[in-house]
């Protein structure tokens, strides 16, 4: 079964981040909770870097901190696509 998971206002969700929160019902649940606008930050901060070990730091970043209870990438100036 495949779950339905929001995605941003113009980004969809990458199948590397949609890997994550298919596994980890925590970091699933506090997604959900963001609003169109918050999700669509997070998903371009993961995916606006050039470097694979870059993507997979701020997935693993963007994990903890959604558990954190944070709603927005920190320190970064914004998705310039909205």
Known sequence: ????????????????WRKVLTADGKV????????????????????????AETRA???????EDLKKGKRRPCCWGGCPHR
């Open 1 to 16: 079964m495949v779950k339905k998971i929001s995605k941003g206002v113009v980004h969809d969700v990458p199948a590397d």
């Open 28 to 51: 699933l649940s506090a997604w959900e909770s963001l609003t169109p606008l918050a999700r669509n930050e997070w998903i371009c901060w993961i995916t606006s870097v050039k470097r």
């Open 57 to 63: 730091h701020h997935i693993k970043r963007a994990q």
